[in-house]
């Protein structure tokens, strides 16, 4: 239990540009998520100069988001099942990964 109470914030980057509709609704989604689970958030604007190589990545994916710089989903954020995840990566050892291979496949 004390473990939990010491967990290192989680630290998220949502993968975004200016013109997508999907990532309004993420970031509604995420708000009710952070309401549950605790973390920051960054956003990247894959069409900003010096993020070319995001881009080429996730040009046809976005909203894409990492938890603590690993794939966490993309395109629609599930607030239960995201919540789900977050709590478990965040009672989980710092040395494990998320699960990315439960409903998220193809990333």
């Given at each position: 239990?004390?473990?939990?109470?010491?967990a290192?914030?989680l630290?998220?980057?949502?993968?975004?540009?200016?013109?997508?509709?999907?990532?309004?609704?993420?970031?509604?989604?995420l708000?009710?998520?952070?309401?549950?689970?605790?973390?920051?958030?960054?956003?990247?604007?894959?069409?900003?100069p010096?993020?070319?190589?995001?881009f080429?990545?996730?040009?046809h994916?976005?909203?894409?988001?990492?938890?603590?710089?690993?794939?966490?989903?993309w395109?629609?954020?599930?607030?239960?099942?995201?919540?789900?995840k977050?709590?478990?990566?965040?009672?989980?050892d710092?040395?494990?990964q998320?699960d990315?291979?439960s409903?998220?496949?193809?990333?």
């Amino acid at each position: 239990m004390a473990a939990r109470k010491g967990a290192q914030r989680l630290s998220l980057t949502m993968f975004t540009h200016n013109q997508c509709q999907l990532c309004v609704h993420a970031k509604e989604a995420l708000e009710k998520v952070r309401q549950q689970v605790p973390f920051d958030v960054k956003e990247v604007d894959i069409r900003s100069p010096g993020n070319e190589a995001w881009f080429d990545e996730y040009k046809h994916d976005v909203p894409v988001i990492h938890v603590n710089n690993e794939f966490l989903l993309w395109h629609r954020v599930d607030v239960a099942d995201t919540v789900a995840k977050l709590q478990k990566i965040r009672g989980s050892d710092s040395t494990e990964q998320p699960d990315t291979a439960s409903g998220d496949a193809g990333k």
